[in-house]
């Protein structure tokens, strides 16, 4: 074992206690491997636990003595109420040092087998250019950068995301996109709920619930509407689109362009037809092919959906991959997720930020349309860099050639004799056998080949090209049908075919795209990678500080754990792929689920829903269901606290669940005595409740299993939010506190980067009652016996990036993930014992400590000063460091959360910058600075204001740029001054704007 585990675990873990005999906190020590067996003096010295905790050893003791404490036991029994401390270790693995798991990987790594697969369905093949690779996948500056709410130091994330917006918009010919949802399947889904809200908004008396869907769209995305739609009470009829009936009950349509069979229709009658009756067209459409084929625009759809993935993302066996959703200006304040807009800052300059309903749910939670909260932004960013590098004629070149060598397939195979179902395609041909025999020696000639080809029923074989397909691959392909057929090609001369479109002439694109010069001026490396540089400098990342934002845990995204994410063995698979060919993924799958139900307590896992928000809604299905289960349909209340995350009542109505709200008291715990007559109130309809632990305020409520006690009581269950597991993991867990069922945002506690928004993943874990009732899909066998209908695109939401959560488990061990937990509620402890003697703490616990976040009262400073939380937030800026969250779950204050990774020495850089604006704030209250006219109130200070001719301010320049010292050797500058968010709300443009409008801005 090693010695850095520390000698302050828990007394009474008498077994692991006994084997350790530690030096890690010893003063000015540095830690040693004692061994304890004959086999332990051949162990590496080295230890992942050491890398991740940012305290030294020496550290520990002082920041102990600020909080007041003698010991990290001590805390932890100050913190945690001793009637849910769970004092038995985890169980299951042992640490592994970083070179030790990369080498076992690599073995888990090489069970896959990098077939072919041309099984299409939406995830392709692509090459994602090697700039694009290093350059932002592979790149910290990118990928550890948060949710761009603070538009001064995200203006590279917020531009190339609004690149991708444009991107998306130029080629569906529709005005209106956002920055990106999570896959096909829920965007589809998302767009059901949009258009459905805009019928009832613009006819409050209409009726109209039913959804017409064509037989011939992806059957992942017929499942996901179905799950979605039951919530909703909308009613789903999927039909051939001739068979179409619209009447005054069809609010939308739903249709695949091209369809699932490869077949290009059109579609201009049936939106003709529709908007007679004022409803909409939905138009699920393959981006690639929208660089040949007429835009949905164009022909009358008001919604496009889709992915992304074919831009350059990689298959990754299913994720993560960016979906786009664009529409028409009539949706506009109803779009779902996040819109990057185009404002102005303090000077007139043009600034960028997150426009409109960018945080709805937070502001209308029962009442919100969406429950969207994570976007796939690191992989939007990639995909809209993908049309940036490569510029409206070699993408066009790209899908030519893409759509040739699917002409070319076609020919060899009419030569054996087989004719393709549809005369028109772009790239995927679907084929009719003769019967079983011969679709079993198809299937059986392509697995040897190292080929999947989509076998859609006993009928028919389909096969979909890509970007990486080339004759060589064509050729190959057609080998497989002559060892499957016993025949053989007269001749095969690929260069002198002559090779005509198989597109419909009236649907042949002409139209222009991607106009705007940053799509044509970037194609040289050079060129691209100084642009993506110049980008990531304008924003603050992970790379830059620490960014303490509460609920969010920013925390390491090490190295390690994200390198075997760009492996081929993980990121060359296609979602659908025979499961003997995933042994590596499903062996990871497999010991993450029990490493995540050992850390919760819970029996099972799903790993389906693909955010945090999207675990919520499934816990909440399969409660539902659950209840259902057992004559109990009717349950239909979820009773969530006022302090929830929005998203959590967002979540409730689309689950079809009316909320009731609770109270909470002064201390931010959940009011007791409301909360009794609310559930005795509703406890014949009682589903759930929904509670964060620790709570949203930062503190380990004292009755939680007192409440879950009397949910269960009443017949309900309950739901735990777990996105502040980084205050659990170890010490207590939320089967033993009395929940049924918990989601993990794995992009928070386990370590996956949050990518200026998303990836994210939101897996549920439930106990054994819940168990058959995980959600199923309709391609791969997952879920239980009686599981609800998918949730997500793929069986396993966004999968390659599991791989980075497994390997933050794997190299930190049980008992490092533990320790990791300690030492986070350590550092804000720390934080809020150095703070607290400059500001009003708002919550603590009995005993005066914070979990692993704690919230600052910022609102005596507008009531006294005028001086608004964004005052103090965005001087922040100027001290280089992001804010924290603002003005959530509080109106007014500021949530605080360290991470476990952070240093003793940035935790008190930290400290100094907000007591040095407490003096700015105390200069104010004296008279010694403006009202007005001070550095709070103009903050953040750019580098052009302050080398300005002018200076109009009364107070320094040197005061605005340093104020401490400490800056002169290492200063992030913003971008922007504070940007005007009034302004980009009411003029709202997001789209990359031209040129000029930049000139006059600036001019």
């Not at 006022?642 to 009731?660: C, D, L, R």
């Not at 002064?666 to 929904?690: C, F, P, W, Y």
């Not at 709202?988 to 704007?993: D, R, S």
Request: glycine share 8%; proline share 6%; charged share 20%.
């Amino acid at each position: 074992m090693y010695a850095c585990f520390g000698k302050h675990l828990k007394n009474n873990w008498k077994d692991f206690k006994s084997s350790l005999k530690s030096s890690y906190f010893e003063a000015g020590k540095t830690p040693v491997l004692i061994p304890q067996k004959n086999h332990c003096m051949f162990k590496h010295p080295d230890s992942f636990l050491q890398r991740h905790l940012g305290p030294a050893p020496s550290d520990v003791k002082e920041m102990l003595a600020t909080i007041g404490v003698s010991s990290l036991d001590e805390l932890i029994d100050h913190t945690i109420p001793q009637q849910i401390q769970h004092h038995s270790p985890l169980k299951g693995w042992e640490a592994m040092t970083e070179h030790e798991f990369l080498k076992e990987l690599k073995k888990i790594a090489a069970k896959n087998k990098e077939f072919t697969s041309y099984i299409g369905l939406g995830y392709y093949d692509c090459i994602t250019p090697s700039p694009i690779l290093r350059n932002i996948f592979e790149n910290p500056g990118w990928y550890t950068q948060y949710t761009p709410y603070q538009a001064e130091i995200s203006q590279g994330r917020l531009e190339a995301l609004l690149n991708f917006q444009t991107m998306v918009s130029d080629l569906t010919a529709l005005p209106v996109a956002n920055a990106s949802l999570l896959d096909e399947a829920t965007a589809a889904a998302e767009a059901m709920a949009m258009c459905l809200n805009q019928k009832r908004k613009k006819d409050r008396k209409s009726e109209a619930s039913t959804l017409l869907v064509a037989d011939t769209c992806l059957p992942q995305t017929l499942e996901v509407i179905r799950s979605r739609a039951k919530g909703m009470g909308v009613e789903v009829k999927v039909a051939a689109v001739e068979d179409f009936v619209i009447d005054e009950s069809v609010f939308a349509a739903l249709v695949q362009y091209p369809d699932v069979e490869g077949r290009i229709r059109e579609y201009r009658a049936l939106a003709d037809r529709l908007h007679q009756q004022a409803a909409y067209l939905i138009v699920a459409a393959d981006l690639m092919s929208l660089c040949l084929l007429q835009a949905p625009g164009e022909f009358g759809a008001d919604v496009a959906v889709g992915s992304t993935q074919r831009f350059g993302v990689p298959l990754g066996y299913g994720g993560p991959h960016a979906a786009y959703f664009a529409t028409t200006e009539d949706f506009l304040r109803l779009l779902p997720g996040r819109i990057i807009g185009v404002s102005v800052d303090a000077e007139g300059k043009p600034a960028m930020r997150m426009t409109l309903q960018t945080r709805e749910q937070h502001i209308r939670r029962d009442k919100a349309t969406s429950n969207i909260c994570t976007a796939q932004a690191l992989l939007a960013i990639m995909a809209g860099m993908y049309a940036v590098y490569h510029g409206p004629r070699r993408l066009k070149a790209i899908a030519h050639r893409i759509h040739q060598m699917s002409c070319l397939l076609e020919q060899g195979l009419i030569q054996l004799g087989l004719q393709p179902v549809h005369a028109h395609f772009f790239d995927t041909l679907r084929l009719p056998v003769s019967g079983p025999d011969q679709l079993a020696a198809i299937r059986e000639a392509a697995l040897r080949a190292g080929i999947n080809f989509y076998y859609p029923d006993a009928q028919h074989v389909q096969l979909s090209l890509d970007e990486c397909t080339g004759p060589e691959a064509v050729r190959e392909i057609l080998g497989v049908f002559e060892q499957a057929l016993g025949k053989s090609l007269s001749q095969w001369e690929p260069e002198g075919m002559q090779l005509s479109d198989r597109l419909p002439g009236a649907l042949v694109r002409t139209s222009d795209y991607l106009t705007h010069p940053v799509f044509n001026t970037y194609h040289s490396e050079t060129a691209l990678m100084r642009y993506m540089k110049r980008l990531e400098n304008k924003d603050l990342a992970l790379n830059t500080a620490m960014i303490p934002l509460g609920s969010c845990t920013m925390k390491l995204n090490a190295a390690t754990e994200l390198m075997p994410v760009s492996w081929p063995e993980f990121n060359h698979i296609h979602p659908f792929v025979p499961l003997d060919q995933v042994e590596g993924y499903q062996q990871i799958i497999r010991e993450l689920g029990e490493m995540l139900c050992e850390i919760t307590g819970f029996d099972g896992i799903s790993f389906q829903p693909n955010s945090g928000a999207q675990g919520e809604y499934t816990g909440l299905m399969v409660i539902q269901a659950y209840h259902e289960s057992r004559g109990e349909g009717h349950r239909n209340v979820a009773i969530v606290p006022a302090s929830a995350h929005g998203t959590n009542p967002a979540s409730a109505v689309m689950a079809g669940m009316k909320v009731v709200v609770v109270k909470t008291d002064e201390q931010g715990n959940i009011d007791l005595e409301d909360l009794r007559t609310k559930v005795e109130a509703h406890s014949e309809q009682l589903a759930a409740l929904m509670i964060t632990y620790p709570s949203t305020h930062g503190v380990f409520e004292e009755a939680v299993k007192e409440i879950c006690e009397l949910i269960h009581a009443h017949g309900g269950l309950v739901y735990m939010d777990g996105a502040n597991m980084n205050a659990q993991v170890g010490l207590t867990n939320p089967a033993f506190i009395g929940a049924d069922v918990c989601h993990l945002n794995l992009h928070k506690t386990f370590s996956i980067p949050h990518g200026g928004g998303g990836p994210g993943m939101g897996p549920i874990c439930v106990a054994a009652h819940l168990l058959p009732f995980l959600p199923g899909h309709p391609l791969v066998p997952v879920g239980g016996e009686q599981g609800i209908s998918a949730v997500a695109a793929t069986p396993y939401g966004s999968a390659s990036i599991l791989l980075i959560s497994y390997a933050y488990l794997k190299l930190l061990g049980s008992q490092g993930a533990t320790e990791a937990t300690r030492y986070a509620i350590l550092n804000a402890n720390y934080l809020k014992a150095r703070l607290q003697q400059h500001y009003s703490i708002l919550y603590e616990g009995k005993k005066g400590c914070v979990a692993h976040e704690f919230i600052i009262d910022l609102r005596e400073f507008k009531h006294k000063l005028g001086l608004e939380v964004d005052d103090i937030t965005k001087r922040l800026i100027d001290y280089g460091f992001h804010a924290p969250t603002v003005s959530w779950p509080v109106p007014g204050t500021i949530m605080i959360e360290p991470t476990e990774s952070e240093p003793k020495e940035e935790l008190d850089r930290f400290c100094e910058a907000m007591i040095s604006i407490r003096e700015e704030i105390r200069e104010v209250e004296l008279g010694l600075a403006h009202a007005e006219d001070n550095v709070l109130k103009h903050s953040p200070h750019t580098l052009s204001m302050l080398t300005a001719d002018e200076w109009p301010h009364s107070y320094s320049r040197q005061k605005a740029a340093y104020p401490l010292p400490s800056l002169k050797g290492s200063k992030f500058w913003p971008a922007v001054a504070r940007v005007n968010n009034t302004y980009g709300d009411r003029n709202v443009v997001c789209t990359c704007p031209p040129v000029e409008a930049y000139e006059q801005a600036m001019g």
